[in-house]
């Protein structure tokens, strides 16, 4: 753990004296790398933490990324992305390489947009996110502030095309640190795709975390996916600010990483609105993948459904941590949670743990949680009808997944979900599994 | 056609089945009638193939073949059909999906070609039709939220889409009105045929008025201690059970 503290400590004395950016800016570095001193690093003591063992994490030794111009050759995305009829943007090692302009939509580095900021718009933009639930994982990736990308949806625009986000890493050995933020102003609508990916046989820390500002009855769908190698270490944050009448829907399909950290946040700041947070992690071999959600209720009138799902193959664990939060002021709260988990393998494991703190009086929060195997009688039911083993585990596996779709209307988004998933039966040999 | 010869079978080792013989030439119809526990749902699921039986003694030939060593699936692509005494409702999976991946994957074992979903959905509902039932069964999920009813007669919908050799129908007349039993008792008619047999295991002589066999077995305690032809049905009504047992 000590080591660790010093590779960070150095990665940030070079970061900071090599990256002289706005007072506010610096301020906001250094502000939050003093928090990130003070809040230390979680061991499995910490309750919010204790799931997931960092001690092999902490022994290795990371780089913060030395700034280079490389361009992101678009030719390396997958054929399931190959659309001409959305806006792309590429991230190639947490910086924005290039992107494709569309009307009405601003898209910028997000450390030039960021030094243009004045400390009243910085504290909206980049600080309302810092405030609650101080981590680690975020206030890293506040101290190394820099790369990612700001979009910018203007008032009363629906978005014509999806915006894709592509986020590249080939960088052994490194510490990369990117933000997206993302804000949608008053009534407009739009749906973003995140897709992360890497070279394999590389090992990295990918700290990365993407904030959504969701104007008044905004209309937004989010598909993040990451399919990054299995050696990395992904420490991810999702925030999501929602204003008055806003509709959220994200959606998350992790299949990459060698320990991955899912901190999704959304917080409900303006009455009437509206999050769905979907998510289905697919783990094989030893990945360990930990998701721990934080839903906010700060206004009344708003609901929330959480609907997390979890496939574990071989060895591999997962975690689900489900904090709701409903302040006082959060009357006629509608919150929902729901976590289930297939296991595929005796080996296979998974931590589930609610954790509601109500402090309004009337409201509805729910939540229930389900772990286990694909039912030998639904089996032998396919089986007796003539369907063969090997198909009639992938049925059920594939209709364990099903249940998420009734949330995402968007047809793009929806395509998209299925083909990620079905990569993933597809090259995790499911059928053969024990 | 179905020939089963002195079966022994074992679940966690009580002997349910105590050397059960009985054999079923094409085109015929026989009925198993027994009280409870006397061993008719055990001898179903074994023909079917489910594997929670340890089978200590006999055989069971289809077509001249041992099916003993064949998975369920095997069973089911060589033309033996189960109709569930309870089938299993799997949220998730629509009746269309679920119903042409089985038509095809019996296909295939055949060489046949697999069906277009529009060439599979044109068949289903013709046969949804006879069964009168409502096309849109199609798209819900298999069996979920079915009443009882509702469940029987997607078995025989099941039935008439796969179009097996050898049908076993388990209790399919448990839970029914006198309404949903002609239909399914129709649906099976329409289904006989002189290369077609069925075994129709059932408590009551109820179903037998309409799917009328040609011969009837009495199942007590693992096993058949008469056998008869479709008046042994009528006397078990009147006279119940207890005069076969010992």
Request: aromatic share 10%; net charge negative.
């Amino acid at each position: 753990m000590e080591n660790f503290k010093k590779n960070i400590k150095d990665n940030f004395e070079d970061f900071y004296s090599q990256n002289t950016s706005s007072d506010v800016l610096n301020n906001f570095r250094k502000n939050s790398f003093a928090s990130l001193n003070s809040l230390g690093l979680p061991s499995l003591k910490d309750e919010d933490w204790r799931f997931t063992d960092l001690n092999d994490f902490y022994k290795s030794t990371f780089k913060h990324r030395i700034q280079d111009n490389k361009k992101f050759d678009s030719a390396l995305i997958p054929e399931s992305l190959n659309f001409s009829d959305v806006t792309f943007v590429y991230l190639y090692n947490g910086k924005l390489s290039h992107f494709d302009s569309t009307e009405n939509v601003k898209i910028e580095d997000l450390e030039s947009y960021v030094s243009s900021l004045d400390s009243n718009e910085f504290e909206e933009i980049i600080n309302g996110h810092s405030e609650k639930n101080k981590d680690f994982t975020f206030e890293m990736n506040s101290s190394f502030l820099k790369d990612g990308v700001y979009i910018e949806v203007e008032k009363n625009i629906k978005l014509k095309k999806p915006i894709v986000i592509i986020n590249y890493y080939d960088s052994e050995a490194s510490f990369v640190c990117h933000r997206n933020v993302i804000n949608f102003q008053d009534l407009s609508k739009g749906q973003i795709v995140e897709y992360t990916f890497s070279i394999d046989d590389i090992s990295f820390l990918s700290n990365k975390a993407t904030c959504f500002l969701l104007g008044n009855s905004t209309n937004v769908e989010h598909l993040s996916v990451d399919e990054s190698n299995k050696s990395s270490y992904i420490l991810s944050n999702l925030k999501i600010s929602q204003k008055k009448d806003s509709n959220f829907t994200t959606d998350t399909i992790l299949t990459g990483g060698k320990l991955y950290r899912n901190n999704v946040h959304p917080v409900l700041n303006g009455e009437g609105s509206n999050s769905n947070i979907l998510g289905l992690y697919l783990s094989k071999d030893n990945q360990h993948m930990d998701n721990y959600m934080f839903v906010e209720h700060i206004k009344p009138n708003c609901d929330s459904r959480q609907l997390y799902k979890g496939i574990l193959k071989d060895t591999s664990k997962g975690v689900f941590h489900g904090r709701i939060l409903v302040h006082n002021e959060a009357q006629k709260t509608d919150a929902k949670q729901t976590n289930r988990n297939l296991l595929l393998s005796e080996k296979a494991q998974v931590d589930t743990k609610p954790q509601l703190e109500i402090y309004a009086d009337d409201v509805k929060c729910t939540h229930g949680a389900t772990t286990g195997q694909i039912d030998n009688e639904a089996l032998y039911y396919l089986r007796a009808r003539g369907i063969n083993l090997e198909d009639a585990k992938l049925i059920m596996i594939r209709s364990f997944t099903e249940e998420l779709l009734e949330f995402i209307s968007s047809n793009f988004i929806l395509d998209l979900h299925k083909s990620f998933v079905e990569k993933w039966f597809l090259n995790s040999q499911l059928a053969k599994s024990e | 056609m179905l020939e089963i010869i002195d079966l022994h079978a074992n679940i966690e080792d009580k002997e349910i089945l105590k050397g059960l013989t009985l054999k079923i030439n094409k085109g015929e119809v026989h009925s198993i009638m027994g009280p409870n526990g006397s061993g008719k749902s055990t001898l179903a699921s074994i023909l079917a193939g489910k594997e929670d039986y340890e089978i200590t003694k006999g055989d069971i030939l289809f077509n001249g073949e041992s099916i003993m060593e064949m998975a369920p699936e095997e069973r089911a692509q060589e033309g033996i059909f189960l109709a569930f005494q309870y089938p299993i409702e799997i949220p998730g999976v629509t009746n269309s999906y679920f119903l042409r991946e089985a038509l095809n994957s019996i296909r295939k074992s055949k060489g046949d070609k697999p069906l277009k979903p529009v060439e599979f959905v044109k068949i289903a509902k013709e046969k949804i039709k006879d069964l009168k039932m409502d096309e849109s069964l199609l798209n819900r999920s298999l069996n979920e939220g079915f009443s009882g009813g509702e469940k029987k007669r997607n078995e025989i919908l099941q039935m008439s889409i796969l179009n097996p050799c050898m049908s076993i129908l388990d209790e399919t007349d448990s839970g029914l009105d006198i309404d949903a039993l002609q239909i399914v008792a129709n649906g099976v008619n329409a289904n006989r045929g002189d290369d077609k047999s069925f075994l129709v295991i059932t408590h009551y002589q109820r179903l037998l008025n309409y799917i009328v066999p040609d011969f009837v077995h009495v199942l007590i305690e693992g096993r058949i201690v008469k056998s008869g032809d479709k008046s042994l049905a009528l006397e078990l009504e009147s006279k119940g059970y207890s005069w076969l047992e010992n």
